[in-house]
């Protein structure tokens, strides 16, 4: 059983350019939590999706930032006109149900922003 | 809303030797889960142990072990015989019993392992 997967592990925008981030969870999950980890920092959550509903999204800031679970393919984190600040990991996790209690984590997707 | 506190940044132990990492969180709610992450420099997050707020028992898995004291809020984690690959960022979590709701991390602690 795979894990969850994220693509691309490492990402490089230049200022004002859209960054997309895809998360496959483990089969079987229709869960997906978004969170950011900036450096020498813990994570922090952005939107918790199930499929093609946004649950949770209080995490996310306003503008720039979108997030998708369309009922086929992966999750969308989607940055639109990026700026230096947005450089961070960005990791997805994923869960069975509304009964479970493990998050199951990605490697995580690097974001560099020149 | 909840907060989790790791107040030592950065620990080392030698190798063979046992260290605890501390934690504490803020909570009202009774029911809940606690976890420690590992974050080797992979940077993939790794469960290590969980707790179940309402189990009074401590948590073990192998040489990693809780000290669980609810009413203190207090989350710590024990490795015992330490070894090289238990160097890492370890990160603590905090978790609401009510439905899916997301994890909230502390800001971690950077173990060393020394030879």
């Known amino acids: 059983n795979a894990g969850v997967m994220q693509n691309p592990r490492h990402l490089v925008r230049r200022r004002g350019q859209e960054a997309r981030l895809r998360c496959s969870p483990m089969k079987g999950h229709s869960h997906v939590y978004w969170y950011r980890q900036l450096p020498e920092e813990g994570l922090k959550f952005m939107v918790y999706?199930?499929?093609?509903?946004?649950?949770?999204e209080s995490g996310m800031p306003k503008e720039r930032f979108s997030a998708e679970f369309p009922k086929e393919g992966p999750s969308i984190l989607r940055i639109q006109q990026v700026v230096r600040g947005d450089s961070a990991a960005y990791f997805c996790a994923s869960s069975p149900g509304s009964q479970a209690y493990e998050q199951y984590f990605g490697p995580g997707t690097r974001l560099t922003v020149t | 809303a909840q907060t989790v506190t790791q107040s030592q940044p950065e620990m080392s132990v030698q190798e063979a030797e046992t260290v605890t990492l501390s934690c504490t969180y803020d909570?009202?709610?009774?029911?809940?889960?606690l976890f420690w992450y590992k974050q080797p420099p992979s940077r993939q997050m790794i469960l290590v142990i969980r707790?179940?707020?309402?189990?009074?028992q401590n948590a073990t898995e192998n040489r990693f072990s809780v000290n669980f004291q609810k009413a203190a809020k207090s989350f710590s984690l024990k490795i015992s015989d330490s070894q090289l690959g238990d160097a890492a960022m370890y990160f603590c979590a905090y978790r609401s019993a009510l439905g899916n709701t997301p994890l909230v991390f502390g800001k971690g602690t950077r173990l060393s392992v020394i030879a």
């Open positions: 909570t009202s709610e009774s029911d809940y889960y």
């Open positions: 707790q179940e707020a309402y189990k009074q």
């Open positions: 999706l199930q499929k093609e509903n946004i649950i949770d």
